[in-house]
């Protein structure tokens, strides 16, 4: 069983910087590729960021392109997402999640292909 904790989150102003981290433990996912999801007040969970298991496939929604960078340290069994310039409206809890089923090792956009889930972590971008 793996366990997937974020850390990481917090208040921020508009234009600034964040780094999470997601400490995965209960197994490697060194073959496994990950991502994460972010979930606003009154919003479905949305897709943020994929990596594939060894980091040479990356995938972005339109709305952070450029702006966030996941990687992942496969020594640390750790996942990072890099958000800088953060808008107001990238306030959400963020997921980190990883792929156990499927095509495990490739990079995916939908909820549904993501099967271990962390508890998320909350960033707040306010003025």
């Known amino acids: 069983q793996v366990q997937l904790v974020e850390s990481g989150g917090g208040l921020v102003q508009p234009g600034g910087s964040l780094r999470l981290s997601c400490a995965a433990s209960?197994?490697?996912?060194?073959?496994?590729?990950m991502g994460w999801f972010r979930q606003a007040p009154g919003k479905e969970r949305e897709f943020v960021s994929s990596i594939s298991w060894n980091g040479g496939s990356t995938v972005y929604a339109d709305s952070v392109k450029g702006r966030f960078t996941i990687s992942r340290d496969h020594a640390k069994n750790t996942l990072y997402l890099q958000m800088n310039s953060l808008l107001l409206e990238d306030t959400a809890v963020y997921y980190c999640t990883a792929r156990l089923g499927g095509d495990w090792y490739n990079t995916a956009t939908s909820p549904a292909d993501f099967q271990a889930w962390g508890q998320g972590t909350q960033v707040t971008v306010s003025s």
């Open positions: 209960g197994r490697t996912l060194s073959t496994n590729a």
